[in-house]
């Protein structure tokens, strides 16, 4: 009898109609295996192309875009999902890519001593803060403006400022918004977070924008954690080490933001009854809600910090470099599932539900924040040198 797992987490992520949607029955792990097996060919076939263009670039002298198996996995993955759709055999293991993204970025701490990670600075921490205010500020303002649904406008915000799909799932109960809502505010986060694939590479480019700079203005201006993980690693590894950094930090605000609406909606008689139970002990629900793999991130991280001392005694408690560097590995093997997850996760047909208006509001407000993370950083870069 195959052995059975539940995968509450993960379901949360998926809207009914969404691609990908796990159904709300438990899961056994041979049920999960042809959805994992299908990220792995869509996430492989990715670096195949990557491989075999720049092979072919070398060998006939041509000079070819280097274009990263990130993206083309997402672009696999989009063209499956809004095509032949996914079969109900492949919806389990598909919606585990939400796993190995955070279990990717575990693995990446690895990569990350603690010395690097107050590399960040307090100029770019502050920075952090400044790009979650206003995001969630003018996202607010700009649903208001057009005449969007509370509930849709707060979801946006949310997404946008936080953590993406992460942030709105979170939030959707704690203001009892209906999934139609929900499914509209994913739909354009993660559309305007592939955009952002394109674009933000080019621009970073075209500015000279160093590894650091550009890897804190992804980190800062992309949404979903995926996309922004991609966005960073699309320029360079390093960037992407800065674009997680920056991330992560957004992220770990999640459980506050979501406390903080819960509260507010629920004083004004908006929320659910469960919603407002749940706050009658705000530590357990701040727990709740906050991101728990990023204190996995920081725990991988002092370990490799141990294992990189002078003093060997204090070496011996943490990682050697093999096991660093293996580590490493699977944390890129983990990644290549993710990104064909995205891809497969991204319903088109979710952007046009509620007309025109949530995705003119989501565009402009990403834009404007893209516009004006991008000044922060450059300012800050001018100023201080990051």
């Not at 002078?310 to 580590?327: D, E, Y």
Request: positive net charge; aromatic residues 12%.
């Amino acid at each position: 009898m195959a052995a059975s797992v539940d995968l509450p987490d993960l379901r949360s992520e998926y809207p009914p109609h969404a691609p990908g949607r796990v159904p709300a029955e438990r899961s056994s792990l041979l049920g999960l295996l042809p959805g994992i097996a299908l990220l792995a060919v869509v996430g492989y076939a990715g670096k195949f192309v990557e491989h075999f263009i720049n092979t072919y670039g070398k060998a006939h002298h041509y000079v070819l875009p280097n274009i990263e198996y990130v993206l083309w996995a997402i672009l696999f993955g989009i063209l499956i999902a809004n095509t032949v759709g996914l079969p109900r055999i492949f919806r389990a293991g598909v919606a585990t890519y939400e796993f190995w993204l955070k279990a990717g970025i575990i693995l990446l701490g690895a990569r990350f001593i603690l010395g690097d990670i107050l590399k960040l600075g307090g100029i770019s921490l502050a920075l952090v803060f400044v790009a979650f205010a206003f995001s969630l500020t003018f996202m607010t303002w700009l649903g208001r403006t057009f005449k969007l649904g509370p509930q849709l406008t707060t979801l946006l915000a949310v997404g946008s400022s936080v953590c993406g799909v992460s942030a709105i799932i979170a939030t959707q109960g704690a203001i009892d918004a209906d999934e139609e809502d929900s499914s509209t505010a994913i739909a354009a986060i993660l559309a305007l977070g592939a955009i952002s694939l394109f674009t933000f590479p080019l621009i970073g480019h075209a500015l000279h924008m160093s590894d650091r700079a550009y890897g804190l203005w992804a980190g800062l201006a992309v949404d979903n954690t995926a996309e922004a993980t991609a966005a960073g690693a699309l320029y360079s590894d390093a960037a992407g080490k800065f674009a997680v950094l920056a991330k992560t930090c957004r992220n770990a605000l999640i459980g506050f933001v979501v406390l903080a609406y819960a509260i507010q909606w629920a004083r004004k008689g908006l929320a659910s009854r469960g919603a407002t139970e749940q706050l009658e002990n705000k530590a357990a629900f701040l727990w709740k809600k906050f991101p728990k793999f990023v204190l996995g991130f920081l725990f991988i991280s002092l370990l490799a910090t141990l294992g990189s001392s002078t003093n060997p005694n204090v070496a011996a408690l943490g990682f050697s470099k093999p096991q660093l560097a293996a580590l490493g590995n699977l944390s890129r093997w983990a990644f290549l599932l993710t990104f064909a997850g995205v891809g497969l996760r991204t319903n088109l047909k979710d952007l046009f539900k509620q007309g025109a208006r949530p995705f003119i509001v989501g565009a402009v407000g990403e834009v404007a924040i893209a516009a004006i993370t991008l000044l922060l950083v450059l300012g800050a870069n001018h100023f201080f040198h990051l």
